[in-house]
């Protein structure tokens, strides 16, 4: 399934979709589900597809199983069932749902690979977390594995995966080691995306599927981007 696009509308990518889950390419900007902005959720984008593809009366139902901050791009997963919501959301809590990161960064990393564990602490004020080393009140422990995939003429490519989800876990942490993600301003890049994106694009995801036990692979495609095209050149 690398890759594969099966529907490329304008406002909607989607790369997989059965009976009861819907697999999307979000966009930079995007936001999953309604937010104080109220600005149109993905989410809402999702049932318009399904209500006009199969002509269905009614209101359609979606289930949202995770999220992807909003200047991230890349893979989300809805259930499009009842029956597969409870098991989606399982699969997540059980870590039996294999996701990969490819985040481009400023900074050379201290190693070609490492893990990185510290302690995260959300700040709702500024909607931003922040990383120690040791447990600190309120805050959550949190642990990834990177590893350099790539040396471009300005930027670093890296690959991670998460033990944890946490807030802005990816972000928070690669800035606690001078890697701020291309574009985030918020946690120590110098200047904005032309698209007020991050380079930071959930890149494939691995689980059974939560009815027919099948083995789903899937892999996003980048973002049309000079940077992003460089990094499979």
Known sequence: ??????????NLQVLYEDNHIIVINKRAGDIVQGDKTGDKPLSDVVKEYIKDKYNKPGKVYLGTVH???????GLVIFAKTSKA?????????????NKTYWAI???????????????????????KSLSYPKEVRDSKKAILHYK??????NYFLLEIKLETGRHHQIRSQLSNIGC???????????RSNRDAGIHLHARQIEFAHPVSKNPI?????????????ACID
């Not at 999220?67 to 791009?73: A, E, N, V």
């Not at 692979?217 to 095209?229: F, G, Q, S, Y």
């Open 148 to 153: 350099m995939l790539k040396r471009l003429d």
């Open 85 to 97: 919501l409870p098991r989606l959301n399982k699969l997540f809590i059980s870590k039996d749902i």
């Open 105 to 127: 960064v400023k900074n050379e990393p201290p190693k070609m690979s490492d893990t990185l564990v510290n302690w995260l602490k959300k700040n709702p004020k500024n909607n």
């Open 180 to 190: 701020p993600i291309k574009g985030d301003l918020k946690y120590g890049f110098d």
């Open 67 to 73: 999220r992807l901050d909003r200047p991230t791009t």
């Open 217 to 229: 692979n899937i892999t996003a495609p980048l973002p049309e981007d000079p940077v992003w095209n």
């Open 1 to 10: 399934m690398a890759g594969k696009i099966i529907s490329n509308k304008k």
